[in-house]
C-alpha cells in the first residue's frame, strides 16, 4: 500500500518561509508528483508538479515563491514556500502518479496524503 505523509506545515506570519516534506513510502524517482492544496471553503488547486523527467510546473499565483524538488535517495518530496501570503491558508497535500510530464490536474494522480495545514496570518 502506498504511503504518503506530509509534514512541516503550521503557522506562519506573512512574508514568512515554510518548507512542507512528503515522505513516500515508494519511489519518487521517474514518478510524477504534486503539491496541492484546498484553501478554506474552496476546491482543491493544484500548486507545483514535478515531472518524471525532473521538469516542474506551477500554479501562476506561486510562480517565483514556492519550490518543488525531490530527493531521491529519501523518497522525500518537498515544497518550498517563501514570501508566504494570507491566500497560501490551506490544507496542502503530497500527490504521487506513475510516468509523465508534470501536471496539476487532480485526475492524474492515483496517490494522496492525508493532507497537513499551512495558515499564514497577515
Known amino acids: 500500500q502506498v504511503q504518503l505523509v506530509e509534514s512541516g506545515g503550521g503557522s506562519v506570519q506573512a512574508g514568512g518561509s515554510l518548507t512542507l516534506s512528503c515522505a513516500s513510502s515508494?519511489?519518487?524517482?521517474?514518478?510524477?508528483m504534486g503539491w496541492f492544496r484546498q484553501p478554506p471553503e474552496k476546491n482543491r488547486e493544484g500548486v507545483a508538479s514535478?515531472?518524471?523527467?525532473?521538469?516542474?510546473i506551477y500554479q501562476d499565483a506561486v510562480k517565483g515563491r514556492f519550490t518543488i524538488s525531490g530527493e531521491d535517495d529519501k523518497n522525500t518530496l518537498y515544497l518550498h514556500m517563501t514570501a508566504l501570503k494570507p491566500e497560501d491558508t490551506a490544507l496542502y497535500y503530497c500527490?504521487?502518479?506513475?510516468?509523465?510530464?508534470?501536471?496539476?490536474?487532480?485526475?492524474?494522480?492515483?496517490?494522496w496524503g492525508q493532507g497537513i495545514q499551512v495558515t499564514v496570518s497577515s
Open positions: 500527490a504521487a502518479s506513475g510516468l509523465g510530464p508534470p501536471t496539476l490536474s487532480s485526475e492524474r494522480y492515483g496517490f
Open positions: 514535478l515531472g518524471a523527467d525532473g521538469s516542474t
Open positions: 515508494i519511489p519518487i524517482s521517474r514518478r510524477r
